[in-house]
């Protein structure tokens, strides 16, 4: 993806917080919403608000408070404040498709390791998270604890702590970016949920079946379908 279309994306941050500023007819010199809130319309963690803020008040484009909230920095040129925002964000982010692109270097391995390595106890973990999926397949935060416990099972099945660190990483990145913003935006959501459902099966299935190389090839399948998704999210913001 070339750095334009990075931008443009993470562009939606500021755009919703450019929303939000609108609505409640704030100037520079007036209080922006509070981290919980701003993270509640934006739908990413209160950590990556906190470090989103924290950087632009080290820039001069945000002023902090104490005890008093975070505020719209005076400026020259009071039209540019958000353009300014906007931009060091973008610059700052990780686009959603490297994320997937270093699952797809990543989580292959670990399911392949996994499959190689399983036993009783982690075959029985792993299906009780699957039992847990078909529970969950309405709710959304069930969802995602879900499908964070069980890729971070495989990871754990692998025997491999520096996978296990890494897919650490990728679950930081994810909570701190637009991804879980966008994917919620996939057509066919409900559709899709359900085939992830299928494919985590499929991936459990050949882990405790011990078929590594069909376990590493499940899983491929299953996090480029999540890639290829995102690409089209992400696209329809280009339009």
Same mark, same amino acid.
């Not at 079946?209 to 491929?220: F, L, N, P």
């Given at each position: 993806m070339d750095t334009g279309k990075t931008?443009?994306?993470?562009?939606?941050?500021?755009?919703?917080? #450019?929303?939000?500023?609108?609505? &409640?007819?704030?100037? *520079? $010199?007036d209080r922006i919403p509070s981290e919980r809130d701003l993270a509640t319309q934006l739908s990413v963690s209160r950590a990556s608000v906190h470090q989103a803020i924290a950087a632009q008040v080290a820039k001069g484009l945000l002023e902090s408070r104490q005890? #008093?909230?975070?505020?719209?920095? &005076?400026?020259?040129? *009071? $039209?540019?404040?958000?353009?300014?925002?906007?931009?060091?964000?973008?610059r700052e982010q990780i686009s959603p498709i490297d994320i997937d692109e270093a699952r797809l270097l990543i989580e292959c391995e670990s399911a392949r390791l996994c499959a190689l390595k399983a036993d009783a106890k982690t075959c029985e973990k792993l299906k009780s998270l699957l039992e847990r999926h078909r529970?969950?397949?309405?709710?959304?935060?069930?969802?995602?604890?879900?499908?964070?416990?069980?890729?971070?099972?495989?990871?754990e099945g692998s025997g491999n702590r520096a996978l296990e660190k890494l897919q650490n990483c990728i679950w930081e990145m994810l909570a701190g970016n637009m991804w879980q913003y966008l994917k919620k935006s996939v057509n066919n959501r409900i559709e899709t949920v359900?085939?992830?459902?299928?494919q985590h099966e499929e991936i459990v299935a050949a882990i405790c079946?011990?078929?590594?190389?069909?376990?590493?090839?499940?899983?491929?399948e299953h996090l480029t379908n999540i890639k290829e998704n995102m690409s089209e999210v992400m696209?329809?913001?280009?339009?």
């Open positions: 931008q443009k994306i993470y562009s939606i941050i500021m755009t919703r917080l #450019d929303q939000l500023i609108k609505e &409640r007819n704030l100037q *520079p $010199g005890g #008093d909230g975070t505020y719209i920095r &005076r400026t020259e040129e *009071p $039209g540019r404040t958000l353009q300014q925002l906007g931009e060091s964000i973008a529970i969950a397949t309405g709710t959304d935060t069930s969802l995602e604890v879900m499908n964070h416990d069980l890729h971070q099972a495989i990871a359900r085939l992830h459902l299928d079946e011990h078929d590594s190389e069909k376990a590493a090839r499940k899983m491929r696209d329809s913001y280009q339009k």
